[in-house]
T-cell receptor, first 111, second 112 residues
Framework: SQQGEEDPQALSIQEGENATMNCSYK?????LQWYRQNSGRGLVHLIL?????REKHSGRLRVTLDTSKKSSSLLITASRAADTASYFC???????????FGRGTSLIVHP | NAGVTQTPKFRVLKTGQSMTLLCAQD?????MYWYRQDPGMGLRLIHY???????AKGEVPDGYNVSRLKKQNFLLGLESAAPSQTSVYFC???????????FGPGTRLTVT
């Protein structure tokens, strides 16, 4: 069963706009990770945020975590056509080293 | 470093046939995973391993077996393929610090 659920399922924007996608989860977590998957490829790790952190940045990516609402958001600023991909959140809980993935958000950035 | 590699990249099987998917990593990671990805379902964990000689069941283990005889290799076997096993299979390994998974390029399997 999926621990994390991304929202929206699909997002279509113009190049230069910001893209925001959200992830909600059900149980307490140790950390939450975001991955990107280009069509026909494997997943690539983007960023990890621990349960005691509220915000992290990496280049044009900004991730927030609200443990009280059991939710996280991924913001991609000044999007590019190359950002077109599916984005997944994954959570780890307890002593598990098993990330549980959501169904993903499909992002299309139009040039 | 090649990272995580998977063979084969594509395969077509007839119902009842068997095959083995090979995953190899050169990063000396202890943890390795096999996932399947189906449209609209995200990634579902089939089996995983926390070290050489160990394996454990994930969310959807039925119809699959695995072996981790060497630390760098994680094999996924289908003894009697079924059309429901048509999917894209991803292998991943995990680093301890920082925690992140490295994925292979995937194997696209069709069972007719």
């Amino acid at each position: 069963s999926q621990q994390g659920e991304e929202d929206p399922q699909a997002l279509s924007i113009q190049e230069g706009e910001n893209a925001t996608m959200n992830c909600s989860y059900k149980t307490s977590i140790n950390n939450l990770q975001w991955y990107r998957q280009n069509s026909g490829r494997g997943l690539v790790h983007l960023i990890l945020i621990r349960s005691n952190e509220r915000e992290k940045h990496s280049g044009r990516l900004r991730v927030t975590l609200d443990t009280s609402k059991k939710s996280s958001s991924l913001l991609i600023t000044a999007s590019r056509a190359a950002d077109t991909a599916s984005y997944f959140c994954a959570t780890e809980s307890g002593g598990s080293y098993i990330p549980t993935f959501g169904r993903g958000t499909s992002l299309i950035v139009h040039p | 470093n090649a990272g995580v590699t998977q063979t084969p990249k594509f395969r077509v099987l007839k119902t009842g046939q068997s095959m083995t998917l090979l995953c190899a990593q050169d990063m000396n990671h202890e943890y390795m995973y096999w996932y399947r990805q189906d449209p609209g379902m995200g990634l579902r964990l089939i089996h995983y391993s926390v070290g050489e000689g160990t394996t454990a069941k994930g969310e959807v283990p039925d119809g699959y077996n695995v072996s981790r005889l060497k630390k760098q290799n994680f094999l996924l076997g289908l003894e009697s393929a079924a059309p429901s096993q048509t999917s894209v299979y991803f292998c991943a390994s995990r680093s301890d610090s920082p925690y992140e998974q490295y994925f292979g390029p995937g194997t696209r399997l069709t069972v007719t």
